[in-house]
């Protein structure tokens, strides 16, 4: 018996019940792939669904819009992976005649791709025996090796690399990848890992020193920076006006309701909105009753977005810049925005809130 063996055995029995597992065409499996990226099974699954339904192969998400592909990943997050879907789709579209590549090599090649994602996708799309090593899947090598370096150091990332290429099955890496992203979230936990029912305990040096809880090693993290946000919702007779963000950068190409961070100069949250508002609008505003406090926290940092009704002073309809809008309220939803904007808008449709 072996590692490989007895994970398989334990996989075959225990697999979970996955859409893209049941029917794992290349497409499906990219797709799943990128978005379960820094996001858990759980909160993929809807989305997927909803996906495939729209764009069920390469060539109806290679010709889509950017929007359309950004309202469908909507609540999910991190939007840059949808606008690289969306331009790896075309790229195989057009230069690998609507083939997604085959190797984990080629993968790479491709917006959005990257070492981990490839491997997960050259193997269990194409049976590669290529090493697939995520957050979890580090986590567990390090309590089988008792490696008690910091997690993230070049030597425990090289160290746990080399052994997962050694130690992948050549006849079912594909399987035995996904064995490990089961065996990381329903038994080898972060916290109080389930060592009496884990199919490799006894390959575990961890288990058997006792120090599983112990690893991997972690470095404290500095707390998250917090910002207060600004933002208005201006209407001019029955509209509202959007700015949509920049193709670069963080939430690009979503829309939001202007505004900005506070800054120290600023006297109040008022002056505040006034200033950014001006500066990504044009618009002079008067600012009317507040509408909400939304809170939120992305990867490195915290937000609290005061949101409030405004009225343009002076400024009329066509005057605004080219990436802002005036758009009727019960189109809100039709355009592609990040969570707390969401939040604001789901909140003055919901509420009935008279602008």
Same mark, same amino acid.
């Given at each position: ?21 049941s029917?794992?065409?290349?497409y ?15 909160t993929?699954l ?33 939007y840059?992976?949808?606008?690289n ?8 579209y057009?230069?690998?005649?609507g ?10 090649r ?25 957050g979890?899947? *580090? ?5 089988i ?6 997690y ?30 089961d ?11 389930l060592c ?10 961890a ?6 809880n ?20 201006i ?7 959007l700015?949509?963000?920049?193709e ?13 961070? &506070? ?5 109040s ?6 200033r ?6 044009? &618009? ?5 009753e *507040? ?16 949101a ?18 005036w758009?009727?309220r019960?189109d ?24």
């Open positions: 018996m072996s590692f490989s063996h007895d994970l398989l055995f334990w996989y075959d029995n225990n697999a979970r019940h996955l859409p893209w597992r029917f794992p065409t290349p499906r499996v990219w797709v799943s792939e990128i978005m379960l990226q820094q996001t858990r099974v759980e993929v809807p989305y997927f669904e909803r996906f495939l339904t729209r764009f069920p192969n390469l060539e109806t998400l290679a010709t889509a819009s950017q929007e359309e592909v950004l309202r469908l990943w909507e609540g999910l997050g991190y840059n992976r949808a606008r879907l969306l331009k790896a789709a075309r790229k195989i057009s230069d690998y005649d083939q997604i590549p085959s190797t984990a090599k080629d993968l790479e491709l917006p959005g791709i990257g070492h981990y994602t490839a491997g997960a996708i050259a193997s269990i799309a194409f049976g590669e025996p290529v090493a697939s090593v995520d979890n899947i *580090k986590r567990i090598y390090s309590r090796l008792a490696l008690n370096e910091p993230g150091s070049s030597h425990f990332d090289k160290t746990i690399e080399d052994y997962a290429q050694t130690i992948i099955p050549h006849n079912r890496p594909g399987n035995f990848n996904q064995a490990l992203m065996l990381g979230s329903n038994l080898c936990l972060p916290r109080q890992p009496l029912e884990c199919p490799v305990q006894e390959y575990c040096l288990f058997q020193q006792g120090i599983q112990d690893l991997p090693v972690k470095i404290k993290k500095d707390p998250l920076p917090h910002y207060e946000v600004c933002v208005a919702v209407q001019q007779e029955d509209k509202i006006l700015c949509q963000r920049g670069s950068g963080m939430l690009a190409g979503l829309w939001e309701f202007p505004g900005g961070k &506070l800054e120290q100069s600023d006297d949250l008022e002056d505040c909105l006034r950014e508002v001006l500066g990504k609008t044009g &618009l002079e505003i008067s600012v009317g *507040k509408i909400g406090i939304f809170k939120h926290a992305y990867t490195h940092f915290r937000i609290t977005v005061h409030w009704q405004a009225k343009p002073n002076s400024l009329p309809l066509s005057e605004v810049p080219e990436n802002c809008r758009v009727l019960d809100l939803a039709d355009y592609p925005m990040g969570k707390v904007a969401r939040k604001i808008s789901d909140h003055l449709t919901s509420n009935g809130i008279s602008l």
